[in-house]
């Protein structure tokens, strides 16, 4: 029989392997993949059976080289992982006349205004937020709602320019960085604009979810997001638990059902961002695709759950697997500077790769990289990665700490004073 492709938008890049090459090689493991995009990163060639060069932000060039490719061969699917392409590949899959959601779906997604106006429409509990024009209306909108507020972008993704504010001075300080602030080039790809949101109290989790059509919205898993410092919106870690009593509980049903229904979601798998406030659980963002920070290799460590050929069986019209085959738990967490200024050294022992529990432990900067600490610290300021695998959330939670413990970090300050380790 004549091959079959799924076609995948965006691959991430030549420094992308360490976050999306699991993913890439899950979706390869059953499908033959062909990469749209305007160039083939070297860790990427491996798993894939061809290649449409197209520039990934012009819309028409890449419907233009895929309706090439089509016309003499079978695409039985289009599928993205990156924040950047989902409208797109939403757009393609319409046009080729395969499964999806629609592109007007995945375009609120991308649009936390829009998001928020549907979900306030539909009396889905969230935020309330108001799009300001310049610093001195976010002002007014944050005296309108109420300190504290967070002021952040309308499109962008990895807590980019997000900032909480609590005074008037805060609010002006944050527009600025809020309408410049950018990561992983994501300001090609959406609506420019900040919104000024109230601020929501409680622990924030993110919730892996399958829409299996209208109305059918299947939670696979929870990720309990770790901690971070005070002043920060960067994640810091995530963990997640077979035995996590949120994957039963109905309020979060009801709430993420919800937050489908309200954006017109009808097949994909979503990464939804969930606030657990005092009065229930209220919805933060909704991801349009599969989760980052490695959350489908965690999912499926804990649950046995493969995220990735959940996400492509969807795209290809084929029937998931959604049934847990594992009960433990697994996380992740992340290195940041604690001072800006020099990386000097980092390095993990000799031997740690060997520890069971330890799944992956990955450095991301080399030695003379200029780094910044939080609350200015981006995506590109991690300085490190590692993965671990448990029976429970608690005991992954001691083996992150375990791990951390060791990690050895020095950096020098602009000043020269004394470096930071530990």
């Not at 390869?28 to 990934?56: C, F, K, N, Q």
């Not at 106006?117 to 309330?128: F, G, K, N, T, Y």
């Not at 209306?137 to 504010?165: D, F, L, N, W």
Request: charged share 20%.
């Amino acid at each position: 029989m004549p091959a079959s492709f799924l076609l995948l938008l965006g691959a991430g890049g030549h420094d992308g392997a360490p976050y999306r090459e699991f993913v890439l090689a899950r979706i390869a493991a059953a499908h033959s993949v062909v990469l749209v995009d305007a160039a083939v990163p070297d860790w990427a060639t491996r798993y894939l059976a061809g290649h449409i060069e197209a520039d990934l932000a012009d819309a028409h060039d890449v419907a233009a080289a895929v309706k090439t490719f089509a016309a003499d061969r079978d695409v039985c699917g289009v599928m993205t992982y990156m924040e950047h392409h989902v409208v797109t590949s939403a757009e393609l899959a319409q046009q080729l006349g395969l499964p999806g959601s629609s592109p007007q779906a995945m375009a609120a997604c991308r649009d936390k205004g829009v998001t928020r106006r549907l979900l306030d429409r539909h009396q889905v509990p969230s935020a309330r937020a108001l799009e300001a024009e310049d610093a001195v209306q976010a002002v007014v909108h944050a005296e309108t709602i109420g300190y504290p507020v967070v002021v952040k972008p309308r499109a962008m993704a990895g807590s980019a320019g997000v900032v909480r504010a609590d005074t008037a001075s805060e609010v002006r300080a944050a527009y600025e960085r809020a309408s410049h602030e950018t990561v992983l080039g994501l300001d090609q790809y959406g609506p420019a604009g900040v919104l000024v949101e109230e601020w929501l109290d409680g622990p924030e989790i993110s919730v892996e979810t399958a829409v299996l059509g209208s109305g059918e919205a299947r939670i696979l898993a929870v990720t309990r997001k770790l901690p971070a410092p005070a002043g920060t919106t960067q994640e810091y870690g995530h963990v997640v638990a077979a035995s996590d009593p949120l994957l039963a509980d109905a309020a979060l049903a009801r709430v993420i059902q919800g937050a489908v229904d309200a954006l017109g979601l009808t097949c994909a798998v979503l990464c939804v961002e969930v606030m657990l406030t005092a009065s229930g659980p209220r919805i933060v963002e909704v991801n349009g695709r599969l989760g980052g920070d490695l959350l489908p290799l965690l999912v499926q460590h804990a649950l046995g759950i493969d995220l990735a050929q959940v996400a492509a069986a969807l795209a290809t019209g084929m029937p998931p697997q959604l049934e847990p085959t594992a009960g433990g738990a697994a996380a992740i967490r992340f290195a940041y500077p604690e001072t800006s200024g020099v990386l000097e050294r980092i390095a993990f022992p000799p031997g740690l790769h060997a520890l069971p529990f330890v799944e992956r432990a990955v450095i991301s900067q080399e030695a003379g990289t200029r780094v910044s600490a939080p609350p200015h610290a981006t995506l590109s300021d991690r300085l490190a990665h590692w993965v671990v695998t448990g029976e429970s959330e608690a005991t992954c939670r001691e083996l992150l700490d375990e791990v951390a413990s060791h990690l050895d970090i020095s950096i020098a300050t602009p000043a020269h004073a004394a470096s930071c380790t530990r």
